[in-house]
């Protein structure tokens, strides 16, 4: 909802989408930092944030949220399931 609501915001009141979409992503990383997180989940968290702000912006009119939620909840189920095991695995 924050980054919906950022990114959007800031693309309707500069008139950029794409710097509002940098600019939203750097918040949403930089968030991430608050918490004290690594540097490899915030890299990620921000990467993949990166990646849905732009499903989201690359759509045609009028966007919808839905092509991001549905790939975040397969990003999501894929970590929740495979990833422990796989960072196991690779030793990460």
Same mark, same amino acid.
């Given at each position: 909802?924050?980054?919906?609501?950022?990114?959007?915001? /800031? =693309? !309707?009141? +500069?008139? $950029?989408?794409?710097? &509002?979409?940098? #600019? $939203?992503? =750097?918040?949403?990383?930089?968030?991430?930092?608050?918490? !004290? +997180?690594? +540097? !490899?989940?915030?890299?990620?968290? *921000? $990467? =993949? %944030?990166? *990646?849905?702000?732009?499903?989201?912006?690359?759509?045609?009119?009028?966007?919808?949220? /839905? &092509?991001? #939620? /549905?790939?975040? $909840?397969?990003? *999501?189920?894929?970590?929740?399931? /495979? %990833?422990?095991?796989?960072?196991? !695995?690779?030793?990460?």
């Amino acid at each position: 909802f924050f980054r919906g609501f950022l990114q959007g915001g /800031l =693309a !309707r009141w +500069w008139h $950029a989408r794409l710097l &509002a979409l940098l #600019v $939203a992503t =750097a918040v949403f990383g930089g968030y991430h930092l608050l918490d !004290r +997180w690594g +540097w !490899r989940p915030v890299a990620g968290a *921000t $990467a =993949a %944030g990166l *990646t849905l702000g732009l499903i989201y912006l690359l759509q045609p009119s009028p966007p919808s949220l /839905l &092509a991001p #939620v /549905l790939v975040h $909840a397969a990003i *999501t189920c894929g970590f929740l399931s /495979l %990833g422990p095991y796989l960072i196991y !695995r690779l030793r990460l």
